[in-house]
T-cell receptor, first 109, second 114 residues
Framework: GQNIDQPTEMTATEGAIVQINCTYQ??????LFWYQQHAGEAPTFLSY??LDGLEEKGRFSSFLSRSKGYSYLLLKELQMKDSASYLC??????????WGAGTKLIIKP | DAGITQSPRHKVTETGTPVTLRCHQT?????MYWYRQDPGHGLRLIHY???????DKGEVSDGYSVSRSKTEDFLLTLESATSSQTSVYFC?????????????FGEGSRLTVL
């Protein structure tokens, strides 16, 4: 079967750095997405990786290792507004999106 | 803003009643999706559409039907709602000009089946 694993919940301090990991086992791979979802709201697109390496976008970076079936989302200079769930999703060989259950990130002052 | 609106945003209904959720887009995108989101689960695809009258099943399609009679509207129908269909339903579109294929989501419809 296809599976995406993420930690259920993480806690970090305002101003710090946090890394949210995602591991996947899917039938094929055609790209990996990270989405942010604030409580009670819709998911919004953060990043896309299809090649190995690090993609940086402001305070957020996303890393991919296809050989290890692994990605992480790195959030720097954490702000209270970063409190949200972070969803990892993978395009499989048929370009179907497989979603992880999400990681709830709690930011403390 | 991809111009997606869902209605109703909140609905409480009783077991056995029919329910229709509407997703409306303003930008003529071809691909539209219906997902449900439940605690402890990732987003799960119910049905999707790749054009007018062209739809296909997702991984959790049992108990749901869809229709797309015009480009801008994608309807999700629960013919006879059950308590297991209590969930938050999200409509999404894939924008035509995207290189990555990311989805844009509507605000969600929270359905409670008593």
């Amino acid at each position: 079967g296809q599976n995406i694993d993420q930690p259920t919940e993480m806690t970090a301090t305002e101003g710090a750095i946090v890394q949210i990991n995602c591991t996947y086992q899917t039938s094929g791979f055609n790209g990996l997405f990270w989405y942010q979802q604030h409580a009670g709201e819709a998911p919004t697109f953060l990043s896309y990786n299809v090649l190995d390496g690090l993609e940086e976008k402001g305070r957020f970076s996303s890393f991919l290792s296809r050989s290890k079936g692994y990605s992480y989302l790195l959030l720097k200079e954490l702000q209270m507004k970063d409190s949200a769930s972070y969803l990892c999703a993978v395009f499989d060989s048929n370009y179907q999106l497989i979603w992880g259950a999400g990681t709830k990130l709690i930011i403390k002052p | 803003d991809a111009g997606i609106t869902q209605s109703p945003r909140h609905k409480v209904t009783e077991t056995g009643t029919p329910v229709t959720l509407r997703c409306h887009q303003t930008e003529n995108h071809r691909y539209m999706y219906w997902y449900r989101q439940d605690p402890g689960h990732g987003l799960r695809l119910i049905h999707y559409s790749y054009g007018v009258k062209d739809t296909d099943k997702g991984e959790v399609s049992d108990g749901y039907s869809v229709s797309r009679s015009k480009t801008e509207d994608f309807l999700l129908t629960l013919e006879s709602a059950t308590s297991s269909q209590t969930s938050v339903y999200f409509c999404a579109i894939k924008t035509s000009g995207s290189d990555t294929g990311e989805l844009f989501f509507g605000e969600g419809s929270r359905l409670t089946v008593l």
